[in-house]
């Protein structure tokens, strides 16, 4: 008889270790799983089209930059 009531699952004293942080994991886990399936792609939207912008102008406007920090 002793056997069955070890077979038998019956909430006893569970340290609050077990409570707190063990069953935490499981909906963690599950959580976890739902947010993965839910995800969709992400989609960008172009707001204007770029800006060309010149090679030169770019490069004269570093070496202003880099002779006014030197000063």
């Known amino acids: 008889m002793e056997e069955?009531?070890?077979?038998?699952?019956?909430?006893?004293?569970?340290?609050?270790f077990k409570r707190?942080?063990?069953?935490?994991?499981?909906?963690?886990?599950?959580?976890?799983?739902?947010?993965v399936t839910e995800r969709r792609p992400l989609h960008t939207v172009v707001l204007s089209l770029p800006e060309r912008?010149?090679?030169d102008r770019l490069l004269s406007d570093y070496i202003e930059k880099e002779v006014k920090g030197s000063h």
């Open 4 to 16: 069955e009531g070890k077979k038998g699952k019956k909430p006893g004293i569970v340290s609050p």
């Open 20 to 35: 707190v942080f063990l069953k935490g994991e499981k909906s963690r886990d599950k959580k976890a799983h739902e947010k």
């Open 53 to 55: 912008v010149e090679p």
